[in-house]
């Protein structure tokens, strides 16, 4: 059965620090991750992740993917109270043509 | 650009009620998908449609059902409501074969 794990699911911070969300997937014939941000309303894309290795990057946020070990990262540096929101991981099912979501991880950044 | 559309934003309904979440986007894209999201359970797919025409199951099909006759517009349906399907409901969209999907921003259902 394919699934996607993120951990942890919660996460509190303070502004400026940094951290990182994790995303494992086991799914059949994988062809892309995807990370959205989802503040109050629709989920916001942020990034697509194809190959190994390659890091995407925009401002103080970055992704890589690990095809071998089947997981990804999303780092957030020098947080800040915007960052507050749940962060969804998903992966393209192959087999069945659709994305499948992991239950997020919300974060919250205090002031 | 107004991009995928969806009504009402808000609806109360009664167990044993019907209604119909609309669903509509301007971006002439094959894919048509509708999501519900509950507390801690991320975003799970209800049914989903590659062209007008053609729909299929998703994770949590029952209860619900769905049509595509335009490419255009993507009607999610409750026949008859319960309780548990109390739930945000997201419509997404995205061309055939992009895994980027570009979402509604949801209607609130509740049902008492």
């Known amino acids: 059965e394919d699934k996607v794990v993120q951990s942890p699911l919660s996460l509190v911070v303070h502004e400026g620090d940094t951290v990182t969300l994790n995303c494992s997937y086991e799914?059949?014939?994988?062809?892309?991750l995807l990370w959205y941000k989802q503040e109050k309303k629709a989920p916001t894309f942020l990034f697509m992740l194809?190959?190994?290795?390659i890091e995407k990057k925009s401002g103080r946020l970055s992704s890589i993917l690990d095809k071998k070990e089947l997981f990804s990262i999303l780092n957030i540096t020098a947080t800040q109270t915007g960052d507050s929101a749940i962060y969804l991981c998903a992966d393209w099912c192959g087999s069945q043509g659709n994305l499948i979501f992991g239950k997020g991880t919300k974060l919250s950044v205090k002031p | 650009n107004a991009g995928v559309t969806q009504t009402p934003k808000f609806q109360v309904l009664k167990t044993g009620q019907s209604m119909t979440l609309q669903c509509a986007q301007d971006?002439?894209?094959?894919?048509m998908s509708w999501y519900r999201q509950d507390p801690g359970m991320g975003l799970r797919l209800i049914h989903y449609?590659?062209?007008?025409?053609?729909?299929d199951q998703g994770e949590v099909p029952n209860g619900y059902n769905v049509s595509r006759s335009t490419t255009e517009d993507f009607p999610l349906r409750l026949l008859s409501a319960a309780p548990s399907q109390t739930s945000v409901y997201f419509c997404?969209?995205?061309?055939?074969?992009?895994?980027?999907?570009?979402f509604g921003s949801g209607t609130q259902l509740s049902v008492l």
């Open positions: 971006m002439n894209h094959e894919y």
């Open positions: 799914v059949t014939n994988f062809r892309s």
């Open positions: 997404a969209s995205s061309p055939w074969g992009n895994e980027k999907l570009f």
């Open positions: 449609s590659v062209g007008a025409g053609i729909t």
């Open positions: 194809t190959s190994s290795g």
